[in-house]
């Protein structure tokens, strides 16, 4: 046996664990040391029956991701046969049951339904994930587990790779047995009581009584396919993990299997697979920072308060309330004090519509948001967080009074989305504990927090702020200060050539299309018009001084803004909306951007949808190579998780950076220069991409220190 399994007895009871922390993957070694362990059992004589149970805090939480990249890569021949494995253990002519406490995902709950029993502790989760990676189950899901818990469940759980709790899973008949206390006592009592009653130990590849009919299971499959396209649009895995499911109900369990392994072979190998995987490991990078010691004391975060109950702060109050922190909300009148507090109302009174949790739990979120017009209560708050207007002399004010008020120790957090963070942090007394805590609209569901780290801010502060994203159930990346931080600077180039691509021809809905074919969740000027044309206008005049003179600069927003069309919140902006809220075509648009251009001397043309995609794509990839190089982003993956979580960047392209070695670097470069060649200096290239092309690099390299 290896020291990643082990194979133990209590009496006539053999106990095999897994100890590969910290989420016991099936990484090499595991899979043997199972199979090992089995066939042992089954020449053991003083061994009647088998249970497996995870090491530590969880049951397998499924294959080792890190091996994905060895296969693809060709580091790897081939990966482990989980089909001799999983037969070997379902043919055991003993009774087994795998005891799941934790996560039993993916590959775990694959290995779990192979056993003939189920038993799990109250807290436990399973469930098959893999589309989450643009995978799908690859070691028999597809097939065993319509036949645990039915058709329709199996779709739902390896098409959208939500998991269910232990519950549910009892109710689905995935789980045969809850076990309350002591998992372990439990399940060997669960054995027991399965020797002495003589049941013949069930194989779930024999059963077939959950495979419903072909009638049925058709409009099962047609929904979810049509559900699929809608909610994962874009991405192949969830689509191939229906076909491999229809298999189970079409194909002899060996020839669904063999379905099921060519399909999953096909998503392995795809570059959707290797982007997703790419984010899953980005997400939890993120969070390393060099600079900060791994036990670094941190600041305790029991109360918190917000200055501002507009769209900002009442979505930020919200995440706090969310995750149980009592928190304040600040306004200067009375009438924006109600508005903001009935967003709120109306904001949860949705989620309770939609069964996301109870009246009860409401008014608990409820019962922890204070509103307030003075400062009252924060000189107890552990956390203020600022959401004024976006105005530097606004936002010093506030700084000012709140250095005034708030206790020693307290962090002082700008929702800024550009201005100079450490010119905030000149205006109170304390400059290390002020902190970017950049939050994007609706802040209560957007998962990104852009953390922006000033000269002065204290290396506690910084690891506070991460931790607390966490709390908040938020994916926090730190960022340097500069104009726009990480994710604004990029969306100020991208914006700008969604714009110029407009004066130079194209229509502005053949601007969003592209973009929305090409996975972005919505097109850029449809964003503006969601978000409200005027908070960019009033942006730009805020930073005018910033302008390089002589340089192109887009004409056509403000210009909308000056005839009061703000978006959707006036019916028309860059489109017109009625009631429906549905963007239309506005000839009046078309004629003012046609006026524009002819005042600019612009020549339109047709544009391609290739360069539409390229312009946009490439201003943002240019100014990302910048913004590494200057360290304002630690890493490329750091952009990418940015713009997955905060832009609606298709997270299956893996980010823009990602994206750029997709397509590979030359390629963009070249592309870079002649756009440079065509439109000037705002494209000049990025001296680190050109560095990286011509080294035949990928940002994934310079990630790496190659
Ligand atoms: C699969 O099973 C395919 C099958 O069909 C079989 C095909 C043949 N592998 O998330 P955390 C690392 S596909 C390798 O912070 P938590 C993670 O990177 C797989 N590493 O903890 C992190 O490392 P670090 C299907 C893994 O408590 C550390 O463990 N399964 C894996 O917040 C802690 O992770 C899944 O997709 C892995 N499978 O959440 C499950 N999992 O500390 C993926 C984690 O260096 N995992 N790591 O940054 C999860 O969803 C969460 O990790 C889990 C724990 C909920 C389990």
């Known amino acids: 046996m290896t020291e990643l399994v082990t194979l133990t ?15 016991n993957a099936l990484s090499p070694g595991v899979p043997e040391g199972i199979s090992e362990a089995i066939t042992r059992v089954i020449d053991d004589d003083s061994i ?13 939480a499924g294959a080792d991701i890190k091996e994905f990249g060895k296969i693809t ?12 494995l999983l037969r070997t253990i379902e043919d055991c002519p003993k009774p087994v049951a795998a005891a799941i406490h934790g996560t039993a995902f993916g590959g775990g709950l694959e290995v779990a339904m192979a056993f003939h029993y189920r038993v799990a502790a109250p807290t436990a989760q399973v469930g098959q994930p893999e589309v989450k990676l643009g995978l799908i189950p690859g070691a028999g899901g597809t097939q065993r587990l319509p036949r645990l818990a039915g058709v329709a469940r199996a779709v739902e759980m390896c098409a959208a790779g939500n998991p269910v709790g232990a519950q549910e899973a009892y109710q689905f008949g995935i789980i045969d047995r809850i076990i309350e206390g002591d998992l372990l006592a439990g399940a060997i009592a669960f054995l027991r009581e399965k020797l002495a009653s003589a049941e013949k130990p069930p194989k779930t590849r024999e059963r077939s009584e959950k495979l419903g009919d072909p009638a049925s299971n058709n409009a099962v499959f047609a929904a979810a396919r049509e559900q699929s396209k809608k909610t994962a649009r874009g991405m192949i895995a ?74 900002m702060g009442g979505g930020i109050a919200m995440n706090y309330a969310n995750a149980g922190i009592p928190v304040i909300v600040k306004e200067t009148t009375q009438e924006a004090l109600d508005k903001g507090m009935a967003t709120i109302v109306k904001n949860y009174d949705n989620s309770v519509k939609k069964g996301r949790f109870t009246r009860e739990e409401m008014d608990r979120r409820m019962g922890l948001i204070s509103p307030t017009l003075d400062y009252a209560g ?13 105005g530097m002399e606004l936002k010093k004010q506030v700084f000012a009074e709140l250095d005034k008020i708030c206790k020693v120790g307290a962090i002082l957090a700008s929702n800024t989305s550009t201005l100079n963070i450490d010119e905030i942090a000149r205006a109170p007394s304390r400059p290390q504990f002020v902190i970017g805590h950049h939050y994007f609209s609706p802040a209560n569901v957007m998962r990104l927090l852009e953390i922006v780290r ?44 969604a714009q110029f691509l407009v004066e130079e021809g194209a229509a502005p809905q053949a601007v969003d299309d592209a973009l929305y074919r090409f996975g972005m969740a919505m097109g850029p000027l449809a964003v503006g018009d969601l978000a409200g044309l005027d908070v960019g206008w009033r942006i730009r005049k805020e930073h005018k001084h910033l302008e390089t003179p002589g340089t192109r600069r887009p004409l056509i927003a403000d ?148």
Request: net charge negative; glycine share 10%; aromatic share 10%.
């Open 9 to 23: 007895q209590d009496g006539e009871i053999g106990i095999i664990t897994v100890n590969n922390p910290p989420v």
């Open 48 to 60: 009647k029956a088998v249970l497996l149970i995870g090491g530590g805090r969880t049951f397998i």
């Open 73 to 84: 890569s060709g580091q790897r021949k081939e990966g482990i046969d989980f089909k001799s």
């Open 238 to 311: 969830p689509l191939a993990a229906i076909d491999a499911v229809e298999g189970s109900t079409k194909l002899a369990f060996d020839e669904g299997l063999t379905r099921e392994r060519e399909l999953f072979q096909e998503c392995l190998f795809s570059d959707q697979s290797k982007a997703l995987i790419h984010v899953f490991f980005g997400e939890r990078e993120v969070s390393k920072i060099p600079d900060l010691p791994k036990d670094l004391p941190l600041f305790e975060i029991n109360k918190a308060a917000v200055v501002g109950a507009g769209t």
């Open 378 to 390: 924060f000189e107890n708050a552990d956390i203020v967080t600022e959401a004024v207007f976006e």
């Open 454 to 497: 000033g000269k002065e801010t204290s290396k506690e502060v910084i690891a506070t702020s991460l931790a607390l994203a966490r709390r908040l159930k938020k994916v926090g990346v730190l960022a340097g200060n500069c104009y726009g931080f990480i994710g604004n600077r990029m969306l100020h180039q991208y914006g700008r050539e």
């Open 559 to 706: 210009r909308l803004c000056e005839l009061g069309r703000y978006g959707q919140k006036t019916g028309a902006g860059w489109y017109r909306y009625g009631d429906d809220r549905k963007p239309q075509p506005d000839p009046e648009v078309e004629e003012l951007i046609k006026t524009i251009a002819a005042e600019a001397g612009l020549k339109r043309r047709t544009i391609t949808e290739e360069e539409i995609i390229e312009r946009t794509q490439y201003s943002l990839i240019n100014e990302g190579a910048k913004i590494l190089a200057e360290g304002i982003a630690l890493r490329a993956v750091d952009i990418d998780i940015i713009y997955i979580n905060g832009y609606g960047y298709p997270a299956w392209r893996g980010g823009p950076m990602w994206y750029a070695d997709t397509v590979g670097l030359k390629k963009v470069y070249d592309r870079i220069m002649e756009f440079h060649r065509e439109q000037g200096e705002l494209w000049a290239p990025a001296p680190l991409l050109e560095q990286l092309a011509e080294a035949g690099k990928r940002f994934a390299d310079f990630d790496q220190g190659k």
